[in-house]
C-alpha cells in the first residue's frame, strides 16, 4: 500500500503562482511513477502533468505546458508541481497518483493505469 497526501493548494490571483506537493508513505517512492490530475465541479477528471520514476521523463497536457512543472525528490518521497502563470480554469482540485511500475522511463497520461491516488488538494484561482 501507498499512502499519498498532497498539501499547498490554496486561493491565488490570476497571474500568481502555488506550489503542489504530494508526500507518499508506505512503500519504495522511486519504484512509481508520478502524475498529477485535477478535477473541476461538473468535469472529468483530467490529466496535467506526469513524471517517470527515474525523473528523466516528463509530460504535461498541452494546457499548461510552459507554466507548470513537475518534478520529485526521491530521497524526500515526494512529488511537486509548481504552477506559474495561473488562470482561472485551472481552478480544480488537484489529485497526486502513484503507479509502481518496471520501466525507468515511462510516464502515463491517463488515470487508468495508476494504482493509488490521494485526496485531493483545492486549488481556486480569481480573475
Known amino acids: 500500500q501507498v499512502q499519498l497526501v498532497e498539501s499547498g493548494g490554496g486561493l491565488v490571483q490570476a497571474g500568481g503562482s502555488l506550489r503542489l506537493s504530494c508526500a507518499a508513505s508506505?512503500?519504495?517512492?522511486?519504484?512509481?511513477?508520478m502524475g498529477w490530475f485535477r478535477q473541476a465541479p461538473g468535469k472529468e477528471r483530467e490529466f496535467v502533468a506526469a513524471?517517470?520514476?527515474?525523473?528523466?521523463?516528463?509530460k504535461y497536457v498541452d494546457s499548461v505546458k510552459g507554466r507548470f512543472t513537475i518534478s520529485r525528490d526521491n530521497a524526500a518521497n515526494t512529488v511537486y508541481l509548481q504552477m506559474n502563470s495561473q488562470k482561472p480554469k485551472d481552478t480544480a482540485v488537484y489529485y497526486c497518483?502513484?503507479?509502481?511500475?518496471?520501466?525507468?522511463?515511462?510516464?502515463?497520461?491517463?488515470?487508468?493505469?495508476?494504482?493509488?491516488w490521494g485526496q485531493g488538494t483545492q486549488v481556486s484561482v480569481s480573475s
Open positions: 508506505g512503500r519504495t517512492f522511486s519504484g512509481f511513477a
Open positions: 497518483a502513484a503507479k509502481l511500475v518496471s520501466y525507468a522511463s515511462r510516464t502515463y497520461d491517463s488515470p487508468g493505469p495508476y494504482d493509488y
Open positions: 513524471i517517470s520514476r527515474s525523473a528523466g521523463s516528463t
